[in-house]
């Protein structure tokens, strides 16, 4: 009995840990939003590297401020920003070489962050295909459009996955289920601990 308890503890700290490393990793922020940019102005270039631990569909995203006197105040539909930005993902990976470039000509609306006062675009989707290091090349080739926008209120370029509500929860159900797991692998190991006293004091 104790040696079938002592198992079961086991397994279910090994599972406990795997569950919590799984939900740390997959459900990271880093892991969901690997980068965020400053816009970079008329001629200028932002790149940086990047780790993700799977592949998916990443959504390139604007980010803008609401200025007091912007237009889009109260607007039900806020207009698409024009743009001619060009974005290039590569693989720092020689062996599993990957690059995905594209010029970006229109930014649409999605939604905004209410207090916050910002306005959330979407310009592109790109698939990466798998876990590794990655790096980002922003070059901006249009004065107009978007330029216009964020010369002023300033803006951010981000790097987001598009991912459903679910997902989301579905790491947090992993990362509670890990601490319960856990929990049950120590409290158990704990009695087989004071079964062992007890019969080591008879």
């Not at 939900?23 to 940019?37: K, M």
Request: glycine share 8%; proline share 4%; charged share 20%.
């Amino acid at each position: 009995m104790k040696n079938i308890l002592f198992w079961l503890a086991f397994a279910f700290l090994v599972l406990g840990i795997i569950c919590l490393r799984y939900s740390y990793t997959r459900g990271s922020l880093e892991n969901g939003n690997p980068i965020n940019l400053p816009f970079p102005g008329y001629g200028l270039i932002v790149a940086d590297p990047f780790h993700i631990e799977n592949g998916g569909r990443f959504d390139v995203r604007l980010i803008v401020p609401i200025a007091d006197d912007n237009t889009s105040v109260g607007m039900l539909t806020v207009p698409p920003i024009k743009s001619n930005l060009k974005i290039t993902i590569y693989s720092q990976n020689e062996e599993r070489a990957f690059k995905n470039s594209q010029y970006i000509k229109e930014f649409k609306h999605y939604g905004d962050g209410g207090f916050s006062r910002i306005n959330l675009f979407k310009g592109a989707t790109i698939e990466l295909p798998r876990r590794g290091d990655y790096a980002i090349e922003i070059s901006n080739e249009d004065y107009s459009g978007v330029f216009e926008n964020c010369s002023r209120t300033g803006g951010m370029i981000q790097l987001a996955r598009d991912e459903k509500l679910e997902t989301g929860l579905l790491y947090g159900l992993l990362h509670a289920l890990a601490y319960v797991l856990i929990t049950i692998s120590i409290i158990s190991l704990a009695f087989i601990r004071i079964i062992e006293n007890c019969k080591y004091l008879n």
